[in-house]
């Protein structure tokens, strides 16, 4: 497990960006903190490390979005953004048809509030936690 300090969202953004570089399809992260640890921020780096231009905001209506990939180098097609926070059951999730998407070569899910729907989760899934120490600083296990 590897650990992070960032003291400002853009730091946290950047590392998560500089994750992306790294993530191959199929990846399952699932975001752990509370809330306004950092999970969106987290999410939003990993989108732009993906190659994503617009605007990426937390599912917590939907519950999930898909951003498409349009970098054709990539063997990355799509991000799968899943927000748990309003989830009660597991069913919930199951409902909307996220699990489709999971491990799919050409995809990558990240999950906030993740610890919520951990039972139905690949055992393979990323887990990263994000706690605020803090004013802006948070330590982030990967």
């Known amino acids: 497990m590897q650990q ?8 946290t953004f950047n590392l998560a960006k500089k994750i992306a570089k790294d993530i191959k399809g199929g990846e399952i992260i699932g975001l752990t903190g509370n809330l306004g640890a ?3 921020i987290f999410t939003k780096g990993l989108a732009a490390g993906l ?14 979005k898909v951003y498409q990939i349009r970098n054709q180098k990539s063997e990355i097609k799509n991000l799968i953004h899943i927000d748990a926070y309003r989830i009660k059951h597991e069913q919930d999730i199951i409902a909307i ?16 509030w993740a610890d919520k729907i951990k039972k139905i989760l690949p055992k393979k899934t990323r887990f990263v936690n994000i706690k605020n120490k803090g004013g802006d600083k948070r330590i982030i296990n990967i």
Request: proline share 5%; net charge neutral; aromatic share 8%.
């Open 4 to 11: 992070a300090t960032t003291t400002s969202e853009k730091q």
């Open 51 to 64: 190659g994503i231009k617009q605007t990426v905001n937390s599912p917590t209506f939907v519950l999930m």
């Open 97 to 112: 048809g996220a699990q489709e998407y999971f491990a799919r070569p050409d995809s990558v899910t990240i999950i906030e």
């Open 38 to 40: 950092g999970k969106t």
